[in-house]
């Protein structure tokens, strides 16, 4: 609501490098971070419409830190692995409410998914004000995506199981997960 009209005053008023400076005050935790987080997401997968969806919002909760820290997993020690999963857990609640508020202003559409007990997301670009998600300022988190995609190999990000890629990232790492 009030945050995404702030989310887009801070972009266009400010200069690029202040806009983003601003945007990772309070990273994680932050609904302006995640926002920008998903809409990098969904937008560098080209889940742009209802027919090239995102299944299970939850995998993004394990993907903020990889997308803004670093997309290698195997750069990753195992106390930072254990501590992005356990933080996962809390940014699955701040990503369900969020996804509430980003529907309700049509940036994004929500499809519940029964199968799944889960919704499946994509990036209605339409009603993003133009160069919202300007590449030059975002380069390093859809490098870090692509980096991520890659990582799956004949898997895709974008409908990979939150079990499989759990297993994947985490438990193959040797960090007890419960997903499943």
């Known amino acids: 609501m009030i ?3 702030h989310l887009i005053k801070m972009v266009f008023m400010h200069t690029r490098t202040s806009a983003k400076k601003r945007l990772m005050f309070i990273q994680k935790e932050d609904y302006n971070f995640l926002s920008y987080t998903l809409m990098i997401l969904l937008s560098t997968l080209d889940c742009t419409s209802d027919k090239k969806l ?4 939850r995998k993004i909760a394990y ?3 990889f997308i803004n820290q670093g997309g290698n997993v195997d750069t990753y020690s195992k106390d930072q692995l254990r501590l992005i999963y356990a933080k996962a857990q809390i940014k699955k609640q701040l990503l369900h409410h969020l996804l509430h508020i980003l ?5 994004i559409g929500v499809y519940r998914n029964t199968t799944h007990k889960s919704f499946d997301l994509w990036l ?15 380069e390093n988190e859809m490098k870090n995506v692509i980096l991520i995609k890659e990582q799956l190999g004949n898997k895709s990000l974008k409908t990979i199981t939150i ?6 990232f985490f438990k193959n790492k040797d960090i007890i997960t419960w997903e499943f």
């Open 103 to 107: 529907s309700k202003k049509a940036y």
């Open 124 to 138: 209605k670009t339409d009603n993003l004000p133009i160069d919202f998600l300007d590449k030059s300022l975002f």
């Open 163 to 168: 079990k499989d890629l759990t297993d994947l």
């Open 54 to 57: 995102f299944k299970d919002f």
């Open 63 to 65: 993907l903020v830190d």
């Open 3 to 5: 945050v995404i009209f």
